[in-house]
């Protein structure tokens, strides 16, 4: 298992981008969360097997069809959560 934190930028919100992504992490088997930021991008936490996220972050990369994503920064952490399912987080 691999945990990613993961910032999108570009016009990601206002698009349907979480909830694609949690439709998206549901297929894969992804755990995790997604979320709004106020600086306007979308943060995203996940664990899965490393070939799984690797898929995921492809994902990412592109968005729903309404996203213009201009930037997708991952970080690989060491450090597992142990998440349950893939929510999405409200502010």
């Not at 995921?56 to 930037?71: L, Q, S, T, Y």
Request: one cysteine or more.
């Amino acid at each position: 298992m691999v945990h990613n934190n993961i910032k999108i930028t570009g016009k990601v919100q206002a698009v349907g981008f979480r909830e694609t992504t949690k439709y998206f992490a549901d297929q894969a088997g992804v755990k995790g969360f997604v979320r709004n930021e106020a600086d306007g991008s979308v943060y995203i936490e996940v664990e899965a097997e490393q070939w799984v996220l690797e898929s995921f972050v492809e994902w990412c990369n592109e968005g729903p069809d309404r996203a213009k994503v201009e930037g997708c920064e991952v970080t690989v952490s060491e450090e597992l959560k142990h998440f349950k399912d893939f929510v999405i987080l409200k502010k």
